[in-house]
């Protein structure tokens, strides 16, 4: 769920390489642009299905079970970040420590603004914020990407930056695939499935009420494996259909994403939404792979703020209800509720890329050269400590 700062042409030819560099990793997967647009996408429809939940009379009149598409978007991310990581990995020397810390540098500097932001805030603004009780150790956690519950919303396994329930996923994910990494790379896939399938058996098994165990025992993570499946299938050129193929598989991935939202529970998840939102992730790749994907660069720009788009979104869902209500616009009918959709989604999404210009993208620049500048330190550090030794054996 996380977009980048540059710009980059896919080749037309089939299933041209991968060229890296994500700036969380080192591909440069915004080469491939179908994938920017998906991010885009993904960060939008829980965009618009957060949207809906802001006021009261707005959730009841949407209230049909397949509003709740939105909330797919979610697994959309999972199985393009496990594509990504797979591709982004494949064709350049990288260490365990160094995908973790590209990851960390990638995904923590806004996540802890922002939920600091809304800490804050909720100290001298509690009205404003109804689902955010201040207290430090749900902030510690929050910024730790431990999973706990929420206080302020009882049962619900959150952090303080609600979305950011997903980044702790994320990062479980990152964990175990930098582990993975110092495998063989035939072995890595078997060794992610692995761990998810014995995370999966002993939360089941163990029945625990403890939010680490529920949390990370559910099938979602599943998905991180469905995007690393079509990883392999992009490598080995075999993620190149047809045009008309390519286009079925991804409206009957969205049909069905829509359509089987009725049928959503936590088990059936990675059926209902897992499922379609692979189908649309290779279809799209594919299209992309035959010249079909056109640039258009509004498209690339909020994928690239997708990041940024999620993260700050309900924030301005916020204040957008607040001004809604002030203004004496709520009247329970779907025009009304049609129109604070519209206008929430369209405000989050420039909202989002005027953080993702003003703060992320100079944000990540930052952290990127002290970065660099911190190995260089520890790199001179440690040549200046081995070369009396080595001076003493010379002698």
């Known amino acids: 769920m996380h977009g980048s700062s540059s710009t980059g042409q896919f080749a037309s030819s089939p299933q041209a390489p991968p060229q890296a560099d994500d700036v969380a990793t080192g591909i440069r997967h915004h080469d491939i642009v179908s994938i920017q647009y998906l991010r885009g996408v993904a960060a939008l429809f829980v965009v618009l299905y957060h949207s809906r939940m802001q006021i009261h009379e707005y959730a009841s009149v949407l209230d049909s079970g397949f509003w709740e598409f939105g909330s797919a978007g979610v697994d959309i991310f999972f199985v393009?970040?496990?594509?990504?990581?797979?591709?982004?990995?494949?064709?350049?020397?990288?260490?365990?420590?160094?995908?973790?810390?590209?990851?960390?540098?990638?995904?923590?500097?806004?996540?802890?603004l922002v939920t600091l932001v809304i800490y804050l805030s909720a100290l001298v603004f509690s009205d404003f914020f109804r689902t955010v009780q201040p207290a430090f150790d749900h902030l510690i956690k929050s910024l730790l990407f431990i999973p706990h519950f929420n206080p302020g919303a009882p049962g619900r396994i959150w952090p303080i930056l609600v979305p950011g329930w997903t980044l702790n996923y994320e990062m479980f994910f990152y964990a175990i695939f930098a582990v993975s990494m110092f495998l063989p790379r035939k072995l890595m896939f078997a060794g992610v499935l692995t761990?998810?399938?014995?995370v999966l058996t002993a939360g089941y098994a163990a029945g625990s009420v403890n939010p680490i165990i529920m949390f990370y025992s559910n099938p979602l993570i599943l998905e991180f494996a469905f995007g690393m499946l079509l990883g392999r299938a992009y490598l080995q050129r075999r993620l190149s259909f047809s045009k008309w193929l390519s286009l079925i598989l991804v409206?009957?991935?969205?049909?069905?994403?829509?359509?089987?939202?009725?049928?959503?529970?936590?088990?059936?998840?990675?059926?209902?939404?897992?499922?379609?939102a692979t189908l649309i992730v290779s279809g799209c790749i594919s299209l992309e792979s035959r010249g079909a994907i056109w640039h258009h660069d509004i498209l690339k720009l909020v994928g690239d703020a997708s990041y940024s788009i999620y993260l700050v979104h309900l924030l301005v869902l916020g204040v957008l209800r607040v001004a809604w209500s002030r203004l004496n616009l709520i009247q329970a009918d779907q025009i009304s509720a049609g129109l604070f959709v519209f206008s929430g989604t369209l405000l989050c999404a420039i909202g989002g890329v005027l953080v993702y210009r003003i703060v992320e993208a100079p944000l990540l620049r930052t952290t990127r050269r002290l970065a660099r500048k911190l190995e260089g330190w520890g790199k001179s550090g440690m040549a200046a400590r081995l070369r009396p030794k080595a001076e003493v054996r010379s002698g």
């Open 80 to 112: 393009i970040s496990g594509f990504v990581m797979w591709v982004s990995t494949h064709s350049r020397e990288m260490t365990s420590f160094s995908f973790i810390k590209n990851r960390i540098i990638r995904i923590v500097p806004l996540y802890w």
């Open 195 to 198: 761990v998810f399938m014995a």
């Open 251 to 276: 409206c009957m991935g969205f049909c069905l994403l829509v359509l089987l939202t009725p049928m959503e529970t936590e088990a059936s998840r990675i059926v209902v939404w897992g499922v379609p």
